[in-house]
């Protein structure tokens, strides 16, 4: 009987600490957010890396890698984040968006237009419509 109220409290103990470090992801991402504004993508990134490591399925931590990735002119870092936080979000059409563009940084205009074309289906249109402007999308 001792047993088994020690394995229940075991129990109850690992169950309270993985709950307790899905929540804690928030705390790397408020920070990740407040150096992004700051424009310090790096620190942004390593607070990004700590939220992602706790919470794997958190798709806006990927898609906020990647646009520190971005701005630092790392596009395929950029786009390997983006496609992850398509996989957990394909419904979200700004991210398309946001991958497209990378695409377009890297010169593959035609992963890019399919990007801007997935986005315009999602309610995205405005990158499709820069790309035409550029004459590089039909």
Wanted: with cysteine; charged share 25%.
């Amino acid at each position: 009987e001792k047993f088994i109220e020690c394995l229940n409290k075991c129990k109850q103990s690992i169950y309270s600490t993985i709950s307790d470090s899905k929540e804690d992801y928030s705390d790397y991402a408020d920070q990740s957010t407040y150096y992004y504004n700051k424009g310090d993508y790096n620190k942004a990134i390593t607070n990004l890396h700590q939220a992602i490591n706790l919470n794997p399925s958190k798709a806006v931590l990927y898609s906020n890698r990647g646009a520190c990735y971005h701005k630092l002119g790392q596009y395929q870092l950029a786009i390997i984040d983006y496609t992850e936080s398509i996989r957990l979000r394909p419904k979200e059409g700004q991210i398309y968006s946001n991958r497209g563009t990378a695409y377009s940084k890297i010169g593959k205009q035609d992963l890019a237009c399919q990007d801007f074309q997935k986005a315009c289906e999602l309610g995205k249109c405005e990158s499709q419509e820069r790309a035409r402007q550029a004459l590089y999308c039909n």
